[in-house]
């Protein structure tokens, strides 16, 4: 394979010839239109399309995107929703929306939803959200690839579909973040609407955390010790959904390692052109 492609897919982020996952350690889940193991061999959605809500599996290409061919085949001149996101993980952890009315958005009238010119599905508020059961005790860590288009008070991008335990991460209100685990709500940090970010945050009470695209942390502290439980991606629990994209996320049993939050870093600046 031609060094620019492995480079370009994240091949090699940790100094081998494998896909990003493959190099990484406590895995609890993971989420891509990319594929992210080589031993995954699976699709990466399940989409519906709008003009009669038939439903098709779409994959990967021979290079790891998603299959956009099949995507517009399926899909045609309408919009497409995700009604399953595929765990890559080898975890069998799918995050799923049954409801047509709360299914993200991936194709807007026969265009594709992108970040940076890459498919990514698009939350637009409102009671779109996918959810996903993976019950996991503190420290909890989690990457994840976002943008903002625009803000709600209580729209974030994970949040717990129950009152406890409910691990959040998402909009702080101003210009912050905001993590929560059942403590206290920490904020920190500067969102924007105009470009997308790799966030890595920990969650284990007393040393929680957030970086965003390999800076220093920009939220610490105690954001309390409830785990994770049943969790949406997409919308707050009590509030309005999240407005923008969400192309990718990656959940680790403890706390990630210096080594492999690096690994999501570069993969996230080689593949969705993150800061």
Request: aromatic share 8%; proline share 3%; hydrophobic share 35%.
């Amino acid at each position: 394979m031609p060094v620019l492609q492995q480079i370009f897919l994240g091949y090699g982020a940790s100094g081998g010839s494998s896909l990003l996952l493959d190099n990484l350690t406590g895995v609890a889940l993971a989420y891509s239109t990319r594929k992210l193991r080589t031993a995954y061999s699976g699709s990466a959605l399940r989409v519906r399309r709008s003009n009669d809500n038939t439903e098709q599996d779409i994959g990967f290409d021979g290079s790891g995107n998603l299959d956009t061919s099949s995507l517009a085949s399926f899909v045609g001149s309408n919009s497409g929703y995700v009604v399953t996101w595929y765990d890559q993980s080898g975890n069998a952890v799918d995050a799923t929306q049954a409801t047509t009315s709360a299914q993200p958005r991936i194709v807007n009238a026969g265009t594709n939803d992108t970040i940076n010119s890459k498919v990514s599905p698009r939350w637009t508020g409102g009671s779109q959200r996918l959810v996903f059961t993976s019950t996991q005790s503190n420290p909890v860590s989690v990457y994840m690839v976002n943008r903002f288009n625009s803000y709600a008070p209580g729209a974030h991008m994970l949040d717990g579909s129950t009152i406890s335990p409910r691990m959040l991460l998402g909009y702080g209100g101003s210009t912050n973040y905001q993590l929560y685990n059942g403590g206290s709500a920490l904020t920190g940090g500067t969102t924007d609407t105009t470009t997308a970010h790799a966030l890595v945050a920990v969650f284990n009470n007393a040393s929680s955390s957030l970086s965003i695209d390999g800076g220093a942390n920009v939220i610490s502290g105690s954001a309390g010790t409830n785990g994770r439980g049943s969790t949406i991606i997409g919308a707050g629990y009590v509030s309005t959904g999240f407005d923008g994209w969400i192309p990718e996320l990656v959940c680790f049993n403890g706390t990630i390692s210096g080594s492999d939050a690096s690994a999501c870093r570069s993969s996230a600046v080689s593949y969705w052109g993150t800061p």
